[in-house]
Every structure is written in structure tokens, then in C-alpha cells.
């Protein structure tokens, strides 16, 4: 990979790393159950890879993403935090479909933001709801849909014990972009179930559904995720890795399996 390709994906980290260390004020085990859940007052910053092959009509196509995805909750009042997520990729394809040849850059922008109450609900539900936007922000026309959308987002969970699980939803309209683009009408749905060890272990099982409406498509990865709390030089961080399996994706989509690894950065308060 030439160095102009990753040099967004080094200046990122960079940046990221500046961000100064916060003394470890939570268990790793605590950590780790917040790290399952989407609307904890937790700042993370989690670098995600993922690798997808077997793309295009004839399966020549490859790509390497990086989400950058900072979370970031703000204490609004007494009772409610309202949670900033934002996921920033930066891609490297290659060959998605003949002759498109390879692209390197940053993709669109998705940031959501959810209000959340501090505490759960009688029943010990958590939730939060709030607005999703995308920003028509990629650097290449085939790592952008030129489209600038919003919707609505929600999730709701709970935690027994070593156990999360729960669900993430949104859904995604253009409104505005280039009128040769395709809208967008998209719903994202992700049901999540994870166990938690005392060591600090997380074993999560999850599926990133999404369905097109105005193409009537399907694309769903099921992953499996291994991820481990721990401290080095007095920086809280989360290594994960595991395996995602396409069971359903467009046919000009991956196929098969994918690789995941992710590095989170934790500063708990």
C-alpha cells in the first residue's frame, strides 16, 4: 500500500493518541460490560479493521476499512447524558467491479446521537434515542453516495449479570446530494448478545443487518468477536478480533468470510 494511502489512517491515530491518559478509576471487568454497551458514559475511541473479499460480480474485489469511531457522553442534566457516535472510515478497495480499479481515501461521514437516561429502567433497561446523520464527506466518488441523509436511532439493553444483549437500530433518508445518485432509504439493525467474564473477557455474537428499500436488498455479516480489557503504561485499552460471515449481501457485495480486529482506547472517569 503506497504511503499517500495511509497516511489519513496514520494522521488519525495520531491525533487520537495525543488525547492525554486518564488514571484507570473502574475494574477492567466494569469496563468491559461498559465497552457492550452503546450509551455508556464511557469516552472510547475504537479503531476498527475490517477486511471483505470476494467483491463484485466476479469476486475479484477487496477492501480494507478502518472506522474510526469515537464516543464521546456529555452530562446534559441531573438525569440524562447525551451520547456522541461518530464512525469515520477510511478505505482501500480494490477491484469492486471490472474495471474500477483501486481507491483509497475517506468514506461518509455517520454520526448519531443519542439522549439517554443515567439510570435504567424499573425493569433494568437501558436506552436512548435521538437523531442519525450522514455526511456526503468521502474523498473519492466510489467511497461516497454523494448523498446527504438523516433518520432516527435507537437501542435498548440490558445487563444481568455477565450477560448483555440488546439491539441497535437506525434508519437513513436522503434528502439532498447529487440527483444521479441513487437515494438512500436504508435501515440498519444490530441484535447483540455478549458474555463478560471476572477477567475481563467479552465474548459478543452480533449481526450488522441492513436493508436497502429502494433496491430490496440484504446485507448481513454475523460476527463473532473475542475482545479483552487490559493496561499498558497506564492507558486503559480493549483489544478485539474475531470472524464475520456473510449470509446475505448484494450481489456486487462481499461474500464469504471477513476478518475483524479492533483497538479501543478507554478513558474512564
Known sequence: MKLSRI????????????????????????????????????????????????????????????????????SISEDWNLISRTILPVVYQDDIFAGAGSQSGIGDIVQSVFFSPKNPTENGWIWGAGPVFLFPTGSDDLLTTDKWGVGPTVVALAQRGPWT??????????????????????????????????????????AENTYDWENEQWSIPIAGIVSKVTNIGGQTVSFSGGLRYWAESPDSGPEGLAFRAVITLLFPK
Open 7 to 74: 497516511a489519513p489512517i496514520a494522521t488519525a491515530v495520531l491525533i487520537c493518541c495525543a488525547i492525554p491518559t486518564v488514571l484507570l478509576a473502574k475494574t477492567e471487568e466494569e469496563l468491559a460490560k461498559q465497552l457492550q454497551n452503546p450509551v455508556a458514559a464511557l469516552i472510547s475511541v475504537p479503531f476498527q479493521f475490517n477486511y471483505d473479499r470476494n467483491i463484485g460480480a466476479n469476486d475479484d474485489g477487496e477492501r480494507l476499512t478502518l472506522n474510526i469511531q469515537p464516543v464521546v457522553p456529555v
Open 165 to 206: 444483549y440488546g439491539a441497535l437500530m437506525n434508519h437513513i433518508w436522503s434528502f439532498s446530494g447529487d440527483d444521479d445518485r441513487d437515494d438512500i432509504n436504508a435501515t440498519f439493525l444490530q441484535p447483540f448478545l455478549s458474555y463478560t467474564t471476572p477477567t475481563a473477557w467479552s465474548f459478543t455474537l452480533q
